[in-house]
């Protein structure tokens, strides 16, 4: 039979063409795995960073929410510390990326981008049930997550030992990777040295707050809460930048950023008021609490060695903080033990809406003030954008501080604008043919 020169080629080199690209896609598909997340897309995830995630220490942040109780009262808040930790870890490669890419001079190495990526997956790994409830009655989830983190590598099951060697990670990365996890001190410098410590500002930035952590959670409860996020982190990664400032090496943006991260801020504020400190969010809380310490004595979680712990004691076996989560809500609650009958009766009381009722209030005859609540911009008083540093595009190399008094004064309303926005409103009266004897509202 004759063939053409194009039959030829369809029946010859055709099979074999596909057969090569199905394999150079396979071979790409297992150096990076792809997930699709709603908040960033698709990521791509180096393969050690995959063997992590296959652990059972990271899973159980599958069956831990991200905002606990507020749950209860936004439907929609029902995404996981899973997720979070995912968008954690893809911003902190893409902090460590544009910075390695606008100053090669930083000379940040693919070690040191794996290791803020791993402590970016892996800085919630210590975090309990309810998330931040648990750090009510403990200390700091950072520490367990340090914790959380040395077992996860250790255990012999997940072999990540030699897999972590094989991308030239050593012991000293390791160290690394705890020191970003839990933050530095303002008077260390790292074991990485006082040249590349910029790099703990990326994951837990205790200088200012201003942290890929942050970014992630505030852009992912707002999408699940249906708030409005009004900061743009995409912004401040394309003019990130490191700058000596007072001879130590931070991270910086642009000064007419100021604005934007200001929005960070009064975006944070506005979650805690709405969501994270809402009345019935607080009352289930201290219901739950109640609940778990009457449980405490009376709940067997299975640790190393066979030995069993009580829910506050499962911190210090991590096999049995591992099996500890959210369901020990469940767990409880359908328990058949007649010693929990008094924290079965007040986890029944939330799944029907029977919340602890306010009674009343007493005023002490006292000269001090009464005791407020206060939601700031940043830890406690401290207002954190003064702490964070600005260069200008005339001399991208020098950093200063703009003060919040100073941000403010973006904030109003140029007179051009409120004439325009005057003559708009009163074109807007007089079309609608408005019978009123009041003269419309001047915005000046």
């Known amino acids: 039979m004759k063939l053409t020169l194009k039959q030829f080629f369809a029946y010859h080199y055709f099979p074999h063409c596909v057969i090569f690209f199905t394999h150079i896609c396979k071979l790409w598909l297992a150096w990076h795995d792809i997930f699709n997340d709603p908040i960033h897309g698709t990521i791509k995830m180096h393969p050690l960073l995959v063997k992590i995630i296959d652990t059972p220490q990271f899973q159980r942040l599958r069956h831990i929410k991200q905002l606990s109780f507020g749950y209860w009262v936004y439907p929609g808040a029902c995404h996981n510390r899973f997720e979070h930790s995912l968008g954690v870890c893809h911003l902190a490669g893409e902090l460590a990326k544009t910075l390695r890419e606008s100053q ?15 402590a970016g997956l892996c800085h919630d790994l210590g975090h309990g049930p309810f998330s931040h409830l648990y750090d009510d009655l403990l200390k700091e989830h950072e520490t ?7 077992h996860l590598v250790e255990d012999t099951e997940n072999k990540l030992k030699p897999v972590m060697e094989e991308h030239d990670l050593k012991e000293d ?7 970003l996890i839990q933050g530095l001190d303002e008077n260390s410098n790292g074991s990485r040295g006082p040249g590349k410590k910029f790099l703990y500002d990326i994951v837990a930035n205790s200088r200012n707050g201003v942290d890929v952590d942050k970014w992630d959670y505030l852009a992912r409860d707002c999408y699940y809460l249906g708030v409005q996020n009004n900061f743009d982190y995409r912004r401040f990664l394309r003019f990130a930048r490191v700058c000596s400032v007072d001879g130590e090496m931070q991270i910086c ?10 929005d960070m801020f009064a975006t944070r504020k506005s979650l805690h008021c709405k969501a994270f400190q809402h009345r019935v969010v607080n009352v289930i809380k201290i ?15 299975a640790g190393s060695g066979g030995k069993k712990f ?11 903080y591992t099996k500890l989560t959210d369901h020990i809500f469940e767990q409880i609650l359908y328990s058949s033990k007649e010693e929990l009958k008094d924290s079965k009766e007040i986890l029944m009381k939330i799944v029907k809406h029977q919340h602890y009722k306010f009674v009343g209030q007493i005023f002490l005859e006292t000269e001090k003030k009464p005791l407020a609540v206060a939601i700031g911009y940043g830890k406690k008083k401290k207002n954190l954008i003064n702490g964070f540093n600005f260069y200008s595009k005339d001399d991208p190399k020098k950093a200063k501080r ?7 004064e973006f904030l109003k309303t140029p007179k ?13 009266m007089n079309s609608k043919h408005t019978e009123t004897t009041d003269n419309p509202p001047n915005l000046s």
């Open 416 to 428: 051009c604008h409120i004439k325009c926005l005057n003559a708009a409103l009163g074109f807007l």
């Open 173 to 179: 990365d390791r160290k690394f990777i705890s020191e």
């Open 253 to 262: 943006t642009r000064d007419k950023e100021a604005q934007n991260l200001y």
């Open 402 to 408: 703009i003060e919040l008094d100073q941000v403010n």
């Open 310 to 320: 009580s829910i506050t004691k499962a911190i210090s076996d991590m096999e049995a």
């Open 287 to 301: 219901m739950v609490i109640d609940a778990l310490k009457k449980a405490d004595d009376f709940v067997e979680i």
């Open 104 to 118: 090669p001079e930083l000379n940040i190495t693919k070690e040191d981008i794996l290791c803020v990526q791993i």
């Open 144 to 150: 367990r997550s340090v914790k959380m983190f040395e």
